[in-house]
């Protein structure tokens, strides 16, 4: 079985930063692509980031430049280091894998965190 647990989410003042983490454990071969998500209220879950194995990254554009996206591949975590946070970031985010249980599995992108919640007040 495997897990994904969130944590760094708290309050923050506007322009303020916070460093999300979400790591993952189990039965891991190997982790493929990881993202974020975040899911405000009243509003659908959103792809935020994503980060490859290898480090390539992508970003939706209202975080560009505001938000880093980074991983370590020996600690099975994936981070998201906010900064110049806004009120229109306040949501519950989520981290989202795709991860290998054996050598000969496919990536199983079934695998989600429970989330962490993240307010920014004006």
């Known amino acids: 079985q495997v897990q994904l647990v969130e944590s760094g989410g708290g309050l923050v003042q506007a322009g303020g930063s916070l460093r999300l983490s979400c790591a993952a454990s189990?039965?891991?071969?190997?982790?493929?692509?990881m993202h974020w998500y975040r899911q405000a209220p009243g509003k659908q879950r959103e792809l935020v980031a994503s980060?490859?194995?290898?480090?390539?990254?992508t970003y939706v554009d209202p975080v560009k430049g505001r938000f880093t996206i980074s991983r370590d591949n020996a600690k099975n975590t994936v981070y998201l280091q906010m900064n110049s946070l806004k009120p229109e970031d306040t949501a519950v985010y989520y981290c989202?894998?795709?991860?290998?249980?054996?050598?000969?599995?496919?990536?199983?992108?079934?695998?989600w965190g429970q989330g962490t919640q993240v307010t920014v007040s004006s």
């Open positions: 989202y894998a795709g991860v290998k249980v054996t050598r000969l599995s496919r990536y199983d992108y079934s695998y």
């Open positions: 189990g039965t891991i071969f190997s982790i493929g692509v």
């Open positions: 980060i490859t194995s290898d480090g390539s990254t």
